[in-house]
């Protein structure tokens, strides 16, 4: 079992920038790849942008912050960041962090890999 929490969420300008953190405890961190996912008010889940177990791997969704935001992690602390920038008010959302199970190889996974969840953190931005 790996348990999962979100922070650093809040309310910003549009414009501004955010660093969630994801803090991992449990089973091993380092085994599995890493994912982040936003829900907007009334919209389904949407993928936001994953690293692979060793952080040598990242990839983002074209459609939700390609560009503006960075996925990393430190294996030693046990988080993964999620570096947002230039945030847009279409980027409010809950944001939520999601772990793989072991994974034998250092890769990103496909979407429906994610089998364990945290609780969300809230993004607001403001026009």
């Known amino acids: 079992q790996v348990q999962l929490v979100e922070s650093g969420g809040g309310l910003v300008q549009a414009g501004g920038s955010l660093r969630l953190s994801c803090a991992a405890s449990?089973?091993?961190?380092?085994?599995?790849?890493m994912g982040w996912f936003r829900q907007a008010p009334g919209a389904e889940l949407e993928y936001v942008a994953a690293?692979?177990?060793?952080?040598?791997?990242?990839?983002n969704n074209a459609d939700s912050g390609k560009g503006r935001f960075t996925v990393s992690r430190d294996n030693a602390k046990n988080i993964v960041y999620l570096q947002m920038n230039s945030l847009k008010p279409e980027d409010t959302a809950v944001y939520y962090c999601?772990?793989?199970?072991?994974?034998?190889?250092?890769?990103?996974?496909?979407?429906?890999?994610?089998?364990?969840w945290g609780q969300g953190t809230q993004v607001t931005v403001s026009s």
């Open positions: 999601a772990a793989t199970r072991y994974q034998s190889g250092d890769y990103v996974p496909s979407q429906d890999q994610y089998v364990y």
């Open positions: 449990g089973e091993t961190f380092s085994n599995r790849a």
């Open positions: 690293v692979s177990r060793s952080g040598g791997s990242t990839h």
